[in-house]
């Protein structure tokens, strides 16, 4: 089976950051150097190359290569950035946000403890929605998992996981 690409009929405009399928079937994407966010909808035909994008809001900080996920609720968590910032400065970070696609509203959230640096960290979803951070700056045999109902973090053992996938977790051992 052969793909193509279909160009869109309505262009950001921009380059984008980072772009997430949402739990209502809209594609939310961050325009490059800057915090704003638009969000793609089909047409009534659900056609996305005939779609409309619309502003949807904005990150409360400036990043490119960081982590991220669409929690089981619907909401956008981003975690760290390689570059953050005005003008997008090389800068090792550990900010996190979630962003609420239904209020259009970010909120800071408390990064995993001891982590001073989160970086372009690799995520995974686990079926019960909790997600796992892979540590990326080699502080030791961890991971940090994130409770998506409390936004508590707690921790499980892993490797470093700098430039790749997670590739095993385990529950950490007292």
Not at 117 to 134: E, F, Q, R, S, Y
Request: charge should be negative; hydrophobic fraction near 35%; glycine fraction near 12%.
């Amino acid at each position: 089976m052969s793909m193509t690409w279909t160009p869109l009929a309505n262009s950001p405009g921009k380059a984008v950051t980072g772009m997430w399928l949402m739990l209502d079937g809209s594609i939310l994407a961050n325009i490059y150097g800057s915090t704003q966010l638009i969000s793609l909808h089909p047409d009534n035909t659900g056609s996305y190359a005939n779609g409309t994008f619309i502003n949807v809001g904005n990150f409360l900080l400036e990043k490119r290569a960081y982590a991220a996920a669409v929690l089981s609720d619907g909401k956008l968590v981003t975690l760290g950035g390689e570059f953050s910032g005005p003008n997008l400065p090389e800068h090792e970070t550990n900010y996190c946000e979630i962003y609420d696609p239904v209020s259009q509203t970010p909120t800071m959230v408390t990064p995993p403890p001891g982590w001073p640096h989160i970086g372009d960290a690799p995520t995974a979803m686990l079926n019960d929605g909790t997600l796992i951070v892979g540590n990326t700056q080699g502080l030791g045999q961890q991971l940090a998992l994130l409770n998506p109902s409390t936004l508590g973090w707690s921790f499980g053992g892993g490797d470093s996981d700098n430039e790749q996938g997670i590739p095993c977790c385990r529950p950490a051992t007292s």
